[in-house]
């Protein structure tokens, strides 16, 4: 397998082995922390710290998830420890909530209905909004969402359920599907 | 079942992550129920919806950034530093808070107390009533309550004596001081005290009402009487009076009970209530000095607080930079100061912060704008440390309000913009103008800084400034009171003045209810004077510093106080106090004097004496130009002696016109005289007398050939003449035997030097010793009653003409004592025979 070698490879002190792991995997590791943070420049500084944290623990843990699980772990934390350095900003005088969320319109050109999908999806709180995205973005199977996430399959199949029909409810308000 | 518990299964169908036997269920469900159809619609559409999102193009480019960070940190967790970094900026964070906390303490002013206690230790007048004796200890024993609440009595101990001091923190002066005993406490006073408040019926009838006694404070209360002595004389007095102070509350009031617990008496039972204003003053002192530096403190925990949980590898450093530099620029409008510490910390924590800013900027690649702020701070710190120590030429400098305000701002400004640093750097997305536009933020405070100038507007560059401002003065005019105060006695003078440059003066002097007018052009003096001659004019009228002698106590000012600004008139003024620093003074005259002159010893030894004057001078100047608007003076001697003038200027660079008092003939206008200012060149002592030995220069024959024109016959000259006399009187008369006989009277005027004055006349018991030595050498005396002039020594000289033998015949000094209460004078003169004391006294009235 291609991990178990780059992973004995930097064990071995070759840094530059890292990069194939990152040409993989950065395209979908930001697009996922996009969708999550909805701003397309934190997202790349959140992968780049993934990526760093992840070669990290490559050289410390013996990693008993499955790499991809692990990786999306990893990201998903920082996605939520963004999530919550906002929340605790937003405790701060002077800064305004509607500046929390930005201009999804203005981060990527895209069509009126990802736009309204797109807004619709980062109103759905982040336990479900992870599901959604893991499943239908970056196409996990349940099992694999609750090896990720460290939950049961069971709770993956409730938090996709509930987003979805948060999502149908946002979606419609948001004036998409028009 | 439910539909509604079938979601989770219509969902998990949708999304393919049934079982077999699950989707079978599902099927067989959905073909016989209608809603369950539509909210299958439903997931499905959601689910087309969200998969779309997939399809977002994401141009991936961090792989060379993440893998150089990658090394990058693999470098820095290899290097020691990296493991105390944290730690030390978070210590260096907390001292620097700390130290402006203890150290600086910008915020607030010192307690009334402590103000009191260092006047009462730097005061002159307690240093003379001490004896020079090293101050062990000072002790504040009661509050005076007056409007203000702001005169306390301190105690004042060294080993040998106690003395009592008054001090009124309005003007930041010692009013009285007296030598006092001080009781000790026995143990149990306070006790002792609680029972005998309890004896008083209004301490019961508080008590009765649900009063309760809170603390009891042990302290002194001095007491300050004067006490006329049997012979009339007046002399101070002080009591200690042992006072223990009990609160009683009740109903949310305070009422003060002051005790005696040595003789058993309640001394006075007040409630303490403040007023509005001083409330206002609580409320203002309390948010300075607690409230300020909590909303710093929370501020730097911000700010250093939030970067450790903030991706921390990347922010720390430049936060720490940041941090430092914005403490470091706060510190460093503290730094005028001369103690060592404050330097060392204004100097320390802003290098500090230099170092760290430039570590991490080598480390890091974007985001810089934190240590490249904190760098530019730092070094703005460091600047204006240099600065400060240049310019002001590290005197004792407190802080300057402006100092303060702008420190503040900077703290306060750095605070919001780490608030809003999130919104900084979203902006950053969409906008390259966001350095450019912090460059220019910056820029402008830099110049804002620049022109405000907080590190100039100190004392000494204001003083400074207001002695260029006064040189550069082309006319002025002054209202002017001067009080003397001596032996018991007063004289009080005031006057209108005018000065146009370069050496025009023109005055208008009321004393003892008589106006007299003086005009100065040049050399020459005009005087216009009701009583005739009685006012003398020396190089300069009485009281009245020239501009030169401004400038030169401007220049030797010293231990200078910023005191709150005030309105002259409608001007807003700084407000100064400050002491002449004598000895410099004394040190510049000596250099001055000519060591080959003639009167050099005599002239050192009135210099040496001025030592013992402590002169202090309060000083408002004009915020804008710079000009001196009010003057007020207090020279005192060994506390014997005071001396105060107030003086206001007003109408700077008028046009003044001031012309020599001259008819269109260019004789002197009615009841104007020219006052001559020529003073007679001295002989040293012990010198063969005139005309033998040396031959008289020009000069001095001068005053000589003007009085041989008025008789035809030649005459001759005194052979010495003390210091600083003046021709003043020749007369020609026949003696009863026939013979003629001319006289000559010297003299010399010193209410124009009024230090001198006061210097002769201060000390009693050198008065005391003179009059006995004169009474010993057989002094006639004689009083003239009637007249009220001033205290002068003269010489008399006659000449025989007839009799070559008595030709040089001189007197010797006369002391005439001028006696303003009794309006005498006393003259006393050794060697004269009545009639010829009776002549010098008629010949002093003549011209006085």
């Not at chain 2, 590190?455 to 006319?475: C, D, M, N």
């Not at chain 2, 004289?491 to 146009?500: H, L, V």
């Amino acid at each position: 397998m291609k991990e178990a070698r780059v992973i004995a490879l930097i064990r071995a002190g070759e840094a530059d082995a890292f990069a194939e792991i990152i040409e993989d995997y950065q395209a979908s590791i930001i697009r996922y922390l996009y969708r999550m943070t909805g701003d397309h420049e934190m997202a790349k500084d959140l992968a780049q710290d993934t990526f760093i944290q992840a070669y990290k623990g490559i050289l410390k843990t013996d990693a008993e998830l499955s790499f991809r699980a692990w990786l999306y772990r990893i990201a998903t934390n920082n996605a939520l420890q963004h999530h919550r350095r906002k929340k605790l900003l937003s405790f701060i005088p002077f800064t305004s909530k509607e500046q929390d969320i930005p201009d999804a319109r203005k981060q990527i050109n895209c069509p009126g209905e990802t736009f309204a999908i797109n807004e619709a999806l980062l109103k759905i709180p982040e336990e479900q909004r992870t599901c959604l995205v893991l499943h239908f973005v970056e196409g996990f199977k349940y099992r694999e969402i609750a090896e990720t996430l460290g939950c049961s399959e069971e709770a993956v199949r409730k938090r996709v359920t509930r987003g979805k029909k948060l999502f149908i409810g946002l979606y419609n308000r948001e004036g998409g599907g028009v | 079942m439910n539909c509604k518990d079938l979601e989770e299964l219509l969902s998990a169908y949708v999304d393919g992550e049934l079982s077999r036997t699950q989707r079978e269920f599902i099927e067989e469900h959905l073909s016989g129920c209608a809603d369950c159809r539509e909210t299958l619609a439903q997931f499905e559409a959601a689910g087309r919806q969200l998969s779309s999102l997939r399809e977002t193009q994401i141009t991936p480019d961090i792989t060379t950034t993440t893998l150089s960070k990658i090394k990058a940190t693999k470098a820095l967790s290899d290097k020691p530093y990296r493991r105390w970094l944290r730690p030390v900026t978070a210590a260096a964070a907390i001292v620097a808070v700390i130290a402006i906390l203890l150290v600086a303490q910008p915020w607030g002013r010192e307690s009334p107390e402590a103000m009191a206690a260092s006047i009462v230790r730097n005061s002159p007048e307690v240093q003379a009533a001490l004896n020079g004796e090293e101050i062990e200890e000072v002790e504040v024993t009661t509050k005076v309550v007056d409007e203000e609440n702001n005169v306390i009595m301190m105690l004042v101990r060294t080993e040998e004596r106690v003395v009592a001091a008054e001090v009124n923190l309005d003007t930041k002066k010692v009013t009285e001081i007296v030598r006092v005993e001080v009781p000790d406490f026995q143990p149990g006073d306070e006790q002792k005290a609680i029972d005998i408040a309890k004896t008083d019926p209004r301490v019961q009838e508080l008590l009765v009402r649900g009063g309760v006694i809170g603390e009891v404070h042990l302290g002194r209360s001095i007491d300050i009487r004067e006490i006329i002595g049997p012979d009339g004389t007046t002399s101070k007095e002080g009591t200690v009076i042992p006072t223990a102070l009990l609160t009683i509350e009740l109903d949310g009031k305070h009422w003060n009970v002051a005790v005696n617990p040595n003789e058993g008496t309640v001394l006075s039972i007040g409630q303490s209530q403040p007023s509005a204003a001083m409330i206002v003053v609580h409320i203002s002192r309390f948010v300075t000095r607690f409230v300020a530096p909590v909303l710093l403190f929370l501020g730097i925990l911000l700010v250093s607080g939030l970067s450790f949980g903030y991706r921390r590898a990347k922010t720390i450093a430049g936060t720490a930079a940041l941090a430092l530099g914005i403490i470091g620029l706060f510190m460093a409008l503290y730094s005028l100061s001369s103690i060592w510490w404050r330097l060392v910390l204004s100097v320390g924590i802003p290098a500090v912060g230099l170092i760290i800013g430039i570590a991490d900027l080598r480390q890091r690649d974007r985001r810089r704008w934190m240590p490249i702020t904190g760098i530019v701070l730092c070094s703005l710190a460091l600047l204006l440390v240099f600065l400060n120590a240049i310019m002001l030429n590290i005197n004792n400098v407190p802080g300057e309000n402006i100092g303060r305000v702008i420190g503040m701002a900077v703290v306060i400004a750095g605070i919001i913009a780490y608030a809003f640093k999130e919104q900084i750097m979203a902006i950053r997305i969409s906008g390259k103008w966001l350095r450019p536009a912090a460059v220019a933020v910056a820029a402008v405070a830099v110049l804002i800084i620049a022109l405000v100038q907080p590190w100039s507007v100190s004392p000494q560059s204001v003083i400074a400034k207001a002695y260029s401002a006064t040189e550069g003065l082309l006319s002025y005019r002054m209202s002017s009171t001067f009080i003397s105060t001596s032996e018991g006695r007063t004289f009080q003078q005031t006057s209108e003045c005018e000065f146009a440059a370069p050496d025009r003066w023109h005055q208008i002097l009321t004393m003892d209810g008589r106006e007299y007018e003086i005009i100065s052009v040049g050399d020459n003096i005009y005087v216009n004077d009701p009583a005739d001659g009685r006012l003398s004019v020396g190089s300069w009228s009485p009281s009245v510093p020239s501009k030169e002698e401004t400038l030169e106590i401007l220049a030797a000012l010293t231990d200078l106080k910023t005191l709150p600004d005030e309105l002259i008139g409608d001007t807003d003024c700084l407000h100064y106090s400050g002491r002449v620093d004598m000895e410099r003074r004394v040190e510049e005259i000596k250099s001055r004097l000519d060591p080959s002159d003639a009167g050099y010893e005599e002239a050192l030894k009135r210099v040496e004496e001025m030592r013992g004057i402590s002169t202090m001078v309060d000083l408002w100047i004009g915020k804008e130009d710079y000009l001196i608007r009010k003057w007020q003076q207090e020279t005192s001697l060994a506390g014997v002696v005071r001396e105060n003038s107030t003086r206001t200027y007003y109408d700077f660079n008028q046009p003044i016109t001031i012309e020599p008092p001259l008819t269109a003939e260019g004789k002197l206008s009615p009841g104007w005289r020219l006052q001559e200012t020529i003073p007679l060149p001295t002989l040293p002592a012990g010198e063969a007398p005139h005309p033998t030995s040396i031959p008289p220069s020009e000069e001095e024959i001068a005053p000589y050939l003007e009085a041989r024109r008025q008789v035809d016959f030649p005459i001759g000259m005194p052979r010495y003449i003390p210091d600083e006399m003046v021709l003043e009187n020749v007369d020609i008369m026949e003696t009863p035997t026939g013979a003629k006989m001319v006289r000559f009277l010297y003299g010399k005027k010193t209410i124009s030097q009024h230090i001198k004055l006061t210097q002769s006349r201060c000390n009693p018991q050198d008065k005391a010793e003179r009059d006995a030595a004169f009474e010993k050498a057989g002094f006639t005396e004689v009083k003239i009653k009637g007249v009220n002039g001033y205290w002068r020594q003269g010489v008399l000289c006659q000449t025989d003409i007839d009799n070559p033998s008595t030709q040089y015949w001189d007197m010797e000094q006369i002391e005439i004592w001028w006696d303003a209460g009794e309006t005498s004078y006393t003259i006393m003169a050794k060697n004269v025979t009545m009639d010829e004391l009776l002549y010098l006294a008629n010949s002093m009235l003549k011209i006085d």
